[in-house]
């Protein structure tokens, strides 16, 4: 690891402690979603389609309710219909008709896997012969499942309703395009003419899934009274809670939701799928219920990302100045509206300093599952097309990659294509870290090549609580509600620890459950760290408020007579009289005597994210006998803004860097012409393992972010933008073969290389 | 007055305005004045938008402060993964 951090100017940020969380973890104590156990709890399952598209005629679960051992079942009748309107929830706006269909179907079944019904009996082998016992009668329906063939003309329609938006005059007939977006910056044709070269491509990506370890799994326990608990695996169990409430018609108040553990999330935790199914089925049987997906569910009935269709130009001068961009993404939906087109079409060309842009896009529905958020959602399909193109051109022009994009770089004061200018970013000097990186300068062996490309995510804030006690004795509880996936309790123990100047290891946190803290938005968007960091020191420095109330109360003095210094509560000066300094430890010892705990409390709806760039580096070796790329060396660059626990940012990148490997080399759904899934397993679907990489090295750019109070950036999204481009481009210099579809699997390689002549 | 730029796709709502200048003073005003000239974007205001301040993206922010001077993006709301 190498690092390019600025000389440490605190005392515990940006060190490295042992996270607080992690005995647990690694002794097998700490509890996942489908580790909790309540008395009496049924198993639930539920019954799937096995038709990618089909109208369901009826449903007749009576036998099934018969069956010894089965307590409830519920169906698309169990939950209110909803209307179809977009209404502000979770990750942006929401159709709550979509949701409950997605969740339950109603009149069709759009994929393979589509719920149809759930049941919840003594045993799981009860369940299944429930499951067995529910008569389902459909009318199979033609299917289809490519994006490029969903938009052709007699395309079999998903949604008889679904008329595409942002079209002038609207059209009057269906189609499975819900949505074209278009953004626009300067005169794209004006810059063309003024190109020297222009170069035009089309690219190709397949739906690939997130890919956590841990499936999807709770246990919901109903009342009597109406009111329920709920335990998840999740991002977010806040929205759980909206989302379960609105399903379901209850009251926001009466639902807790607790989250576990969470065995990878990295965006496909932040919907519901089990949840509104199992506290349904618990309010029915008036017995706590329990369900866990297969990863055959996981594969088939859980949001992969899209698949996509990326057509690019872009318009340079000799001397390596880009004078135009555009760009024309089509994206994989899922069944029902809702891909990532918007910020695919944002990303674009985000890396660069443009005046002219054109990007438009399209959401597409097809008989495959919805797909949910994915790292950076949309940005790594765009980009890859782009900086696969953008390396093109370098090759073509004879320029060095890095030269290439240090001429076009976007900076401070640059225009993105999707209108704002940008603050203070580091693109430059994530480019700058790579020419001098050891990485790029080291030689290359036989059948090797190098790569680089570079990425970009914006990054977010939004509502977060915080809540943070002074104990009896000294120590401190931090209560966040933003779940922990990548190390942020220890994050914010930290920045707790450096504005209170207390031992670390005297904060103990919690993620706290959704009726022991107001509101908190999930943890995504790369906001956790940025947010709850933020919140964090407001929590703290409402403590040293407080506690200097307190002292100063004892002293007899006025409030503004006390300061707080080097983690002591002092008297400001020589005229505030002589008192003996006191500790956070010694106001806590006479706290209860002196108004009350110290409890502070932050509850903000946290602005100021800024975005972050990254570069990556990849060496690849191509076997000309078996098309087999191997990644031999890859670097990963990225502007943290500050690195709070430096340990943890690289963990983000390398856990990035890995699933945009993956994604590149091996990660595809693939489907038969019967519309079904075929490698719904993670023997079939290959990510890539310790076992077929090398070390990912990291290298920390720290360019701070001046809106947050320790100049944190979000961090945990960037490092899967570059991956696919960086090393497309170095299989095309490995192979001689330059790759415009993924994933780069053996057989494609082997068969590119052969007809090109090079195997 | 502030510069207001409309992304994207809300141009449909506007008859096809994209920028203009509005005299607002946070972005709850904005909005509101928006609505008022512009019917059709109203109900969109409340649905998934983001604006950026003089480069600064703010969500969910209607109190956020604008200048007289600022420069205005309203512009499709971020999520993430």
């Given at each position: 690891m190498q690092e390019r951090v600025k000389k440490p100017q605190f005392d515990v940020v940006g060190t490295r402690p042992v996270r607080p969380d992690g005995v647990d973890k690694v002794t097998g104590r700490a509890k996942y979603g489908a580790d909790l156990k309540m008395a009496g709890q049924l198993v639930g399952k539920v019954l799937r389609s096995p038709h990618p598209?089909?109208?369901?005629?009826?449903?007749?679960?009576?036998?099934?309710?018969?069956?010894?051992?089965?307590?409830?079942?519920?169906?698309?009748?169990?939950?209110?219909?909803?209307?179809?309107?977009?209404?502000?929830?979770?990750?942006?706006?929401?159709?709550?008709?979509?949701?409950?269909?997605?969740?339950?179907?109603?009149?069709?079944?759009?994929?393979?896997?589509?719920?149809v019904a759930a049941v919840a009996a003594l045993n799981e082998k009860a369940a299944l012969a429930a499951l067995d016992a529910i008569k389902?009668?459909?009318?199979?329906?033609?299917?289809?499942?490519?994006?490029?063939?969903?938009?052709?003309?007699?395309?079999?329609?998903?949604?008889?309703?679904?008329?595409?938006?942002?079209?002038?005059?609207?059209?009057?007939?269906?189609?499975?395009?819900?949505?074209?977006?278009?953004?626009?910056?300067?005169?794209?044709?004006?810059?063309?003419?003024?190109a020297d070269l222009i170069v035009e491509r089309e690219f190709k990506t397949k739906a690939v899934h997130q890919?956590?370890?841990?499936?999807?799994?709770?246990?919901?326990?109903?009342?009597?009274?109406?009111?329920?608990?709920?335990?998840?695996?999740?991002?977010?169990?806040?929205?759980?809670?909206?989302?379960?409430?609105?399903?379901?018609d209850w009251d926001i108040s009466k639902i807790r939701v607790t989250s576990s553990e969470i065995g990878g999330g990295f965006g496909g935790k932040t919907v519901v799928y089990l949840e509104p199914l199992a506290l349904a089925l618990s309010k029915k049987a008036q017995r706590p219920v329990k369900m866990v997906m297969s990863r055959e569910e996981v594969f088939k009935a859980s949001g992969p990302t899209s698949g996509g269709t990326v057509k690019v130009k872009i318009g340079v001068k000799k001397d390596g100045t880009i004078t135009a961009g555009e760009a024309e993404i089509t994206l994989q939906a899922g069944a029902f509206q809702g891909s990532p087109v918007q910020p695919a079409c944002m990303c674009a060309f985000a890396n660069y300093d443009l005046e002219n842009v054109k990007v438009v896009g399209y959401d597409v529905v097809s008989n495959r599952p919805k797909v949910a958020a994915y790292r950076a959602p949309g940005g790594p399909i765009s980009t890859y097309g782009v900086e696969s193109l953008v390396d093109e051109i370098a090759e073509k022009l004879g320029m060095c990659?890095?030269?290439?994009?240090?001429?076009?770089?976007?900076?401070?004061?640059?225009?993105?294509?999707?209108?704002?200018?940008?603050?203070?970013?580091?693109?430059?000097?994530?480019?700058?870290?790579?020419?001098?990186?050891?990485?790029?300068?080291?030689?290359?062996?036989?059948?090797?090549?190098?790569?680089?490309?570079?990425?970009?995510?914006?990054?977010?804030?939004?509502?977060?609580?915080?809540?943070?006690?002074?104990?009896?004795?000294?120590?401190?509880?931090?209560?966040?509600?933003?779940?922990?996936?990548?190390?942020?309790?220890?994050?914010?123990?930290?920045?707790?620890?450096?504005?209170?100047?207390?031992?670390?290891?005297?904060?103990?946190?919690?993620?706290?459950?959704?009726?022991?803290?107001?509101?908190?938005?999930?943890?995504?968007?790369?906001?956790?760290?940025?947010?709850?960091?933020?919140?964090?020191?407001d929590a703290a420095r409402s403590i040293v408020k407080q506690a200097c109330g307190r002292a100063a109360k004892l002293w007899d003095i006025p409030e503004e007579a006390v300061t707080f210094e080097d983690g002591m509560i002092r008297p400001a000066g020589e005229n505030a009289g002589k008192h003996k300094p006191m500790s956070l430890s010694d106001i806590a010892k006479v706290a209860g005597k002196t108004g009350g705990a110290i409890v502070g409390y932050a509850a903000i709806s946290a602005q100021g994210a800024a975005p972050s760039f990254g570069v990556h580096i990849a060496d690849t070796e191509v076997d000309p006998g078996t098309g087999k790329v191997t990644v031999t060396r890859y670097t990963a660059i990225q502007d943290a803004g500050k690195a709070i626990h430096p340990s943890y940012v690289e963990g983000q990148y390398q856990g990035g860097a890995v699933q945009g490997i993956g994604w590149a080399l091996n990660e595809e759904y693939i489907y038969g012409e019967d519309g079904k899934l075929q490698n719904a397993g993670f023997?079939?679907?290959?990510?890539?393992?310790?076992?077929?990489?090398?070390?990912?090295?990291?290298?920390?750019?720290?360019?701070?972010?001046?809106?947050?109070?320790?100049?944190?950036?979000?961090?945990?999204?960037?490092?899967?933008?570059?991956?696919?481009?960086?090393?497309?481009?170095?299989?095309?210099?490995?192979?001689?073969?330059?790759?415009?579809?993924?994933?780069?699997?053996?057989?494609?390689?082997?068969?590119?290389?052969?007809?090109?002549?090079?195997? | 007055m502030a510069h207001v730029v409309l992304i994207g796709n809300l141009r449909q709502y506007t008859g096809d305005v994209t920028a203009l200048d509005v005299d607002a003073a946070s972005v709850r005003q904005?909005?509101?004045?928006?609505?008022?000239?512009?019917?059709?974007?109203?109900?969109?205001?409340?649905?998934?938008?983001?604006?950026?301040?003089?480069?600064?993206?703010?969500?969910?922010?209607?109190?956020?402060?604008?200048?007289?001077?600022?420069?205005?993006?309203?512009?499709?709301?971020i999520a993430g993964g």
């Open positions: 598209h089909a109208r369901i005629k009826s449903i007749d679960v009576s036998k099934a309710l018969a069956l010894p051992g089965v307590k409830a079942v519920v169906t698309s009748k169990d939950f209110p219909e909803q209307p179809s309107e977009f209404i502000p929830a979770g990750e942006g706006v929401v159709n709550y008709r979509d949701m409950t269909n997605n969740v339950m179907a109603r009149e069709k079944v759009l994929y393979e896997g589509h719920a389902v009668e459909y009318e199979v329906l033609p299917h289809v499942i490519d994006e490029m063939e969903a938009i052709k003309p007699g395309a079999p329609i998903l949604h008889e309703d679904m008329i595409t938006t942002g079209v002038t005059p609207p059209p009057t007939k269906a189609s499975n395009i819900s949505k074209r977006v278009e953004f626009n910056l300067g005169d794209v044709d004006k810059g063309f003419a003024e890919g956590y370890i841990e499936p999807h799994a709770c246990l919901a326990s109903a009342s009597e009274d109406g009111s329920a608990e709920l335990w998840v695996t999740t991002q977010g169990h806040w929205v759980v809670r909206a989302y379960c409430a609105k399903l379901l990659p890095i030269e290439l994009r240090l001429k076009n770089a976007a900076k401070e004061g640059t225009r993105a294509a999707y209108g704002p200018k940008f603050g203070p970013v580091g693109l430059i000097e994530c480019l700058e870290a790579a020419k001098d990186s050891d990485h790029w300068k080291a030689p290359l062996g036989p059948n090797q090549g190098r790569g680089l490309a570079a990425g970009f995510w914006f990054n977010i804030g939004g509502e977060t609580t915080v809540s943070l006690q002074l104990n009896e004795d000294g120590t401190l509880t931090l209560m966040a509600g933003t779940p922990d996936i990548g190390g942020l309790r220890a994050s914010l123990c930290m920045m707790a620890a450096e504005e209170l100047k207390v031992d670390v290891s005297k904060i103990r946190p919690i993620i706290a459950d959704t009726s022991s803290l107001g509101y908190n938005f999930l943890t995504g968007g790369s906001r956790s760290t940025f947010s709850s960091g933020m919140a964090t020191v023997l079939d679907y290959r990510v890539p393992v310790a076992s077929d990489l090398p070390m990912i090295d990291t290298i920390i750019v720290e360019v701070p972010n001046p809106r947050h109070p320790y100049g944190v950036r979000g961090i945990g999204e960037t490092p899967i933008v570059p991956p696919m481009a960086a090393i497309g481009a170095a299989v095309r210099r490995a192979s001689g073969v330059r790759f415009f579809e993924l994933p780069m699997s053996p057989p494609k390689v082997l068969k590119a290389m052969k007809a090109a002549g090079k195997a | 904005l909005f509101r004045k928006l609505g008022e000239k512009f019917p059709e974007l109203a109900p969109h205001l409340e649905e998934g938008l983001a604006v950026a301040i003089d480069g600064q993206i703010y969500q969910d922010a209607l109190l956020e402060p604008i200048r007289p001077d600022s420069e205005v993006h309203i512009l499709p709301q």
